[in-house]
């Protein structure tokens, strides 16, 4: 599988696993007449996620953790992609995310809402490979 597919492939199967993820624990706070959600609701959501992982989203992506810094989520996640690091193309993965972020209609809440993305990945070993924080200024429109 060549890096551009493995990218997307990966890119997929975290935004699919996420998706279902945040479709399942957003849905009570999402209200139709009011988009808003109190520090103490991110709080109990980050909470909740945190109870599901860790989580494998593919063969070598774990979603490690959540965390909420200020209004920003945290996402962790390990990487076991052996020994070679080519195969990770951050700026394909970022670009796509960023749209998911924006435009889809089970992500967009975050940029809504006024909350920030921040995904981190890291090496098994602990080593930070890529780190990307993703904010609602970041939207085309906002």
Not at 86 to 94: K, V
Not at 119 to 131: I, P
Request: hydrophobic letters at 35%; one cysteine or more; a negative charge.
């Amino acid at each position: 599988m060549d890096k551009t597919t493995k990218t997307v492939v990966i890119f997929l199967l975290i935004i699919g696993s996420l998706s279902l993820i945040s479709n399942s624990v957003w849905k009570p706070f999402i209200k139709k007449e009011s988009l808003k959600i109190s520090d103490a609701q991110l709080q109990n959501v980050v909470n909740e996620i945190n109870e599901m992982v860790p989580i494998f989203l593919d063969d070598i992506t774990q979603l490690n953790s959540v965390q909420l810094e200020g209004r920003t989520i945290v996402y962790e996640y390990i990487l076991d992609h052996g020994e070679s690091e080519d195969i990770l193309t951050f700026g394909q993965l970022e670009d796509m995310q960023l749209n998911e972020y924006c435009n889809s209609n089970e992500n967009s809440y975050f940029s809504k809402v006024g909350v920030a993305v921040t995904s981190n990945y890291l090496a098994q070993n602990g080593k930070k490979l890529h780190s990307f924080t993703m904010r609602p200024s970041d939207c085309v429109g906002s």
